[in-house]
C-alpha cells in the first residue's frame, strides 16, 4: 500500500504524526512525506528532521518532498492525481493548511496534495493540530527564560557551544538572543546554560478559534475526507482500511 503523508509548520501532535509513520513503514506500507515550507522548518527546531529520514530515507514512494525543492507548482503533487497512493494524511494540519483547504485554496505542497486528492477521489485523512475548544499541552522549541538570564554577556555558554549560529549574542543590548529558523532542536544550549535558563518543551496551553472549528466542520462535510482526533487513529483507520 502505497501512502503520502503531509506535514505541515504545527508543533502539536508532530512528533506523534512522525511515530505513526514509523509505524506504517514497520507495517511494510510505502510512505512518501510531503513536507510544507513551515512544516520543514518546525521538524527542524523540534530535532525531528532525522527521524523523518530515517522513515522516508529516499528512492521512488520513500521520498520527502519540500515546497523547498517543489517551487511553486508542486510538481510531485500530482502523484495524487495519478492515484499512486491510496490515501492522503495530512498529519500535524495547522490551521493555516486547514483554512486553505476548507476554502479551497492550493498554494503550498500539501494543499496542492490535497486539491488532487480531492478532484480524483483519493480519500483524505486529517487530524488538525487543534480541534475543539479544549485546551491542549502543545510543547515549546528552544525558549530562553529572561527571568533566569543573568546576562553573561560575552561569555554565554549557549551562544559560544550552538552548532548553527542560532543561539546569538545581540550587537546592541548583548542579550542572547534565538534565531529558531537556524536551530536545529540539538539542545546543546539547555546543557549549557549554568542559570537553567534555556529550555525545551515547555508546556503552553492552546485551543482552536472559532474560526477553526467552523473550518473543521467544512473540511469534515466534504466526500473521502475523514477528519482524526490524533494520529494514531489515522493507523488504527488505515489498518482496516488496506
Ligand atoms: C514552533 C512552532 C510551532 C507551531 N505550532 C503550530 C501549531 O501547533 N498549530 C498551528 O496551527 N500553527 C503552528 N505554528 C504556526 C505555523 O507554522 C504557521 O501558521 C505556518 O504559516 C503554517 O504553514 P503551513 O500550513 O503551510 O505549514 C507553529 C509555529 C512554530 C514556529
Not at 137 to 166: E, H, Q
Request: aromatic fraction near 8%; glycine fraction near 8%; charge should be positive.
Amino acid at each position: 500500500m502505497n501512502i503520502a503523508w503531509g506535514i505541515t509548520g504545527a508543533g502539536y501532535m508532530l512528533e506523534e504524526s512522525i511515530v505513526a509513520i514509523g509505524e506504517l513503514v514497520n507495517l511494510g506500507v510505502n510512505v512518501t512525506c510531503f513536507i510544507s515550507r513551515a512544516g520543514f522548518e518546525v521538524l527542524r527546531m523540534y530535532g525531528l528532521l532525522n527521524m523523518v529520514r530515517k522513515h522516508c530515507p529516499g528512492g521512488y514512494l520513500h521520498e520527502i518532498f519540500t515546497d523547498y525543492d517543489e517551487g511553486a507548482s508542486s510538481p510531485h503533487a500530482a502523484r495524487l492525481a495519478l492515484k499512486i497512493y491510496r490515501v492522503l494524511v495530512i498529519s500535524p494540519a495547522s490551521s493555516n493548511t486547514i483554512a486553505k483547504i476548507a476554502n479551497g485554496i492550493s498554494d503550498t505542497l500539501v494543499t496542492n496534495a490535497f486539491m488532487n486528492a480531492c478532484k480524483t477521489g483519493v480519500k483524505v485523512l486529517i487530524v488538525p493540530s487543534e480541534s475543539s475548544y479544549k485546551h491542549v499541552k502543545s510543547k515549546t522549541p528552544i525558549s530562553v527564560n529572561r527571568a533566569l538570564c543573568i546576562s553573561c554577556t560575552t561569555k554565554c555558554p549557549p551562544s559560544m557551544k550552538c552548532p548553527t549560529g542560532a543561539f546569538t549574542l545581540n550587537n546592541i543590548d548583548k542579550l542572547p538572543g534565538l534565531k529558531l529558523t537556524l536551530c536545529e532542536g540539538c539542545r546543546i544550549c539547555v546543557e549549557a546554560c549554568p542559570y537553567g535558563a534555556v529550555s525545551f518543551g515547555l508546556i503552553v496551553n492552546t485551543r482552536a478559534r472559532e474560526i477553526d472549528i467552523e473550518n473543521i466542520k467544512k473540511i469534515k462535510s466534504m466526500d473521502n475526507v475523514k477528519v482524526f482526533k490524533n494520529p494514531f487513529k489515522v493507523i488504527d483507520f488505515i489498518k482496516r482500511y488496506r
